[in-house]
Nanobody, 126 residues
Framework: QVQVVESGGGLVQAGGSLRLSCAAS????????MGWFRQAPGKEREFVST????????YYSDSVKGRFTISRDNAKNTVYLQMNSLKPEDTAVYYC???????????????????WGQGAQVTVSS
């Protein structure tokens, strides 16, 4: 049974920073691509960022590029999302996701991810 748990969400003022962590357990997922998605009230879940299993390929949505940084520590089965220069429009529940197949590539498509966390609330006040 794979478990994915996010942490690090909270309330921050516009221009501030937060770092989300995502710990996966239950099996070794060091060879799996991982991603972050977010969902604001009344909106679809959208892609934020993804990282390949080695951590040397990263991709971002246009809305967060240059402000957010994804990274991973395979020894800890953990992926991080450093969020800087936060804006009120970044307010959402942030979900960590893991692809189910080892050595699979990164993906922008939420349907390509098999394991999901419960979500972490990020609220940015103006």
């Amino acid at each position: 049974q794979v478990q994915v748990v996010e942490s690090g969400g909270g309330l921050v003022q516009a221009g501030g920073s937060l770092r989300l962590s995502c710990a996966a357990s239950g099996r070794t997922l060091s060879w799996n691509a991982m991603g972050w998605f977010r969902q604001a009230p009344g909106k679809e879940r959208e892609f934020v960022s993804t990282i390949n299993w080695r951590g040397d390929r990263t991709y971002y949505s246009d809305s967060v590029k240059g402000r957010f940084t994804i990274s991973r520590d395979n020894a800890k089965n953990t992926v991080y999302l450093q969020m800087n220069s936060l804006k009120p429009e970044d307010t959402a529940v942030y979900y960590c996701a893991v692809r189910g197949t080892s050595y699979s590539g990164t993906s922008y498509n939420k349907n390509d991810y098999e394991y999901w966390g419960q979500g972490a609330q990020v609220t940015v006040s103006s």
